[in-house]
């Protein structure tokens, strides 16, 4: 699987170990960024991993701050993602198998490192199942798209 990872300075040893989980998971991952412990602007990251998830040159995008939720907010700004903050079992499996989240975030500073190796594959392990929540994530879509529509015809 391409996977797109990015982190902010806070977690920037989470996503170090995360990243070579992947890889020797056999994923190709490419690593957005942080590479050092400087802050940075989290959102730039957020949308970067992002775009590269939108645009279908990766399947999926993992995203790292503080608390995981900055980067998810960022992160659903761009049209066609659903990112979601994954910091237990249930929360991680539910992200793809309900809501088909394309993006997981995560806490360094609230998750330890053997829980974000474990959701991690858990997350990477489900698929969405349809169903039921086909239609809630059908509508989320409609109304991103109309909403979109919407304010570039005002702009």
Not at 118 to 130: A, E
Request: contains cysteine.
């Amino acid at each position: 699987m391409d996977i797109a990872i990015g982190c902010d300075e806070a977690a920037l040893d989470l996503k170090n170990i995360i990243k070579q989980q992947l890889m020797d998971l056999g994923h190709h991952v490419d690593d957005f960024g942080v590479n050092d412990h400087k802050p940075v602007l989290y959102p730039d990251i957020a949308v970067a991993v992002s775009q590269a998830v939108a645009d279908g040159s990766h399947e999926r995008g993992i995203l790292m701050c503080g608390t995981g939720i900055g980067m998810a907010i960022a992160a659903n700004k761009v049209p066609g993602i659903r990112a979601a903050t994954c910091h237990d079992s249930y929360s991680a499996q539910r992200a793809r198998k309900s809501n088909n989240a394309q993006i997981m975030t995560m806490g360094s500073r609230v998750i330890g490192i053997e829980l974000a190796i474990n959701l991690v594959d858990i997350w990477l392990d489900s698929d969405f199942q349809g169903g039921g929540s086909t239609a809630k994530v059908e509508k989320i879509m409609t109304w991103e798209r109309d909403l979109h529509a919407l304010h570039q015809k005002e702009g």
